[in-house]
């Protein structure tokens, strides 16, 4: 994932709009990929995962696609809420690495 | 899901003093351990990888005798920071995985540490 400092990419967006989150990882050799969602003072939750024999996974109101060719992650949240407002990293393991490298973050203001 | 507690929250000490974060797997078997460091606006970086019964695997750039992991059972690793300055404030984080080691790896809810 790219790091982006001091200061988070944010985005905003309007309650009941869809969502677009994206991340570009850096290794071609990275086998699995995570979306992580913290909110303020707390740590990762995790939100869904997909691993680089896919290039889509859904789940509930979230969906995660890998494009391996320019190796870019993106996550869609459907029909936005207030609850989704919070800082949202990607994160992948290399094969046999076993650890997480974290992407810089997004920051996800929902707008009433 | 399996749950990761963190002791303490939070917790201040003045500079030159150790403090020492505790991280539980409270229904599971972690075979492993992660730490990470997270300062404002930034992302998670991971400090050392610890495997029970071990000694840590420490990421380049930080300093083992200064962060000092113990991993001493399936349920609990700990991290101490030894002569903390002000500049080891920050948010600190654990993980914990069991057999499904990566793809299997539970956060717990972090620990603010402040160093006056």
């Known amino acids: 994932g790219e790091s982006v400092g001091l200061h988070l990419p944010t985005l905003s967006v309007q309650e009941g709009d869809n969502s677009i989150i994206n991340c570009a990882y850096s290794?071609?050799?990275?086998?699995?990929f995570i979306w992580y969602k913290q909110e303020s003072g707390k740590g990762p939750q995790f939100i869904i995962d997909?691993?680089?024999?896919?290039d889509k996974r859904q789940g509930q109101r979230v969906t995660v696609l890998l494009n391996k060719t320019v190796k870019h992650l993106s996550l869609q949240i459907a029909a936005t809420q207030p609850g989704d407002s919070a800082v949202y990293f990607c994160?992948?393991?290399?094969?046999?690495?076993?650890?997480?490298?974290f992407g810089g973050g997004t920051r996800v203001l929902v707008k009433p | 899901g399996a749950v990761v507690s963190q002791h303490p929250s939070r917790v201040i000490c003045k500079s030159g003093t150790s403090v020492k974060i505790e991280c539980r797997s409270l229904?599971?078997?972690?075979?492993?351990m992660f730490w990470y460091r997270q300062f404002p606006k930034q992302s998670l970086m991971l400090m050392a990888t610890?495997?029970?019964?071990?000694?840590?695997?420490?990421e380049q750039g930080v300093e083992k005798d200064k962060f000092l992991i113990n991993h001493a059972s399936l349920t609990l690793s700990t991290l101490t920071v030894t002569s903390a300055h002000p500049e080891d404030s920050s948010f600190y984080i654990c993980?914990?995985?069991?057999?499904?080691?990566?793809?299997?790896?539970?956060f717990g809810p972090g620990t603010r540490l402040t160093v006056t």
């Open positions: 993980s914990a995985s069991g057999e499904g080691g990566v793809y299997e790896q539970y």
């Open positions: 290794n071609s050799a990275s086998d699995y």
């Open positions: 997909i691993r680089s024999n896919m």
């Open positions: 994160a992948e393991n290399i094969a046999a690495g076993n650890k997480l490298t």
């Open positions: 229904d599971f078997q972690a075979t492993t």
């Open positions: 610890s495997n029970e019964g071990s000694k840590a695997t420490y």
